[in-house]
């Protein structure tokens, strides 16, 4: 897969972001720190993942699923594509 260094570095960046705070989850778990706390932590580490995920697939739609579709497998582009979110 394609990805423009810019876009490979806002991957890496929001990956680093969620692993950052899933390091800080753990030892709070591990200090037996306020569940609360431990929460919205844990919530800092989904929200950076549905990040990378956005830019993950905001550079397939314009790299590989453009091409798939340019070069007339629309129908597989589509059903990979929501293949994914029936996943979720």
Known sequence: MYRP?????????????????LKKVL???????YCIDVIHQSQAVQRALAESDSLVLENH???????????GRQKEAITEIMNVFRKS
């Open 61 to 71: 739609l314009k790299t590989c699923a453009s091409d798939a579709i340019k070069n």
């Open 27 to 33: 030892k709070m778990v591990e200090d037996g720190e």
């Open 5 to 21: 260094k810019d876009t490979q570095e806002r991957i890496l960046h929001r990956l680093k972001i969620a692993q950052g705070h």
